[in-house]
């Protein structure tokens, strides 16, 4: 049988680097964070590095705790972050790209715009969500309700 007392070294050795390794990523994503001008630049900053040095830091509880029940514990926060930490970033990147606020010269391809000028009825970047057609423009006059005739 193998002594424990060895392996016992290795592993927090291995969880102590692993922890220095998620550390590095968290400072990477801050100054990705700080750096990046436009919040469709910070998408990935906020996203990747954060993710991965999460898991960095489950995967080195669980080498020191050594326990199948932290491990357990701990799996569904990984889970966690990986389903809602993409769908956040995209709704912070989409809500600063029809703000305007992101730089156009950034973008190789723009698939988004078509479908917000339709929606604002405008073209990027101006107007506003409440742009309706004013009075003598086609659609309904916004001095009569709809249904009360001429």
Not at 12 to 29: G, H, K, R, S
């Amino acid at each position: 049988m193998l002594d424990a007392e060895p392996w016992n070294g290795i592993l927090d050795t291995v969880a102590a680097v692993l922890l220095i390794i998620a550390a590095l990523l968290t400072l990477a994503a801050a100054i990705g964070l700080h750096r990046f001008p436009d919040p469709i630049s910070r998408l990935h900053a906020a996203t990747k590095p954060q993710i991965l040095g999460l898991i960095l830091v489950v995967i080195a509880l669980a080498l020191s705790a050594r326990s199948g029940t932290v491990l357990l514990l701990l799996v569904p926060v990984v889970v966690f972050q990986l389903l809602t930490a993409p769908i956040s970033a995209h709704m912070v990147g989409r809500a600063g790209y029809r703000n305007g606020d992101y730089d156009p010269a950034t973008l190789l391809v723009d698939e988004l715009a078509p479908d917000v000028d339709a929606a604002r009825g405008t073209e990027l970047p101006g107007g506003s969500w409440g742009d309706e057609p004013r009075a003598g423009e086609s659609g309904s006059s916004p001095s009569k309700p709809p249904g009360t005739g001429s």
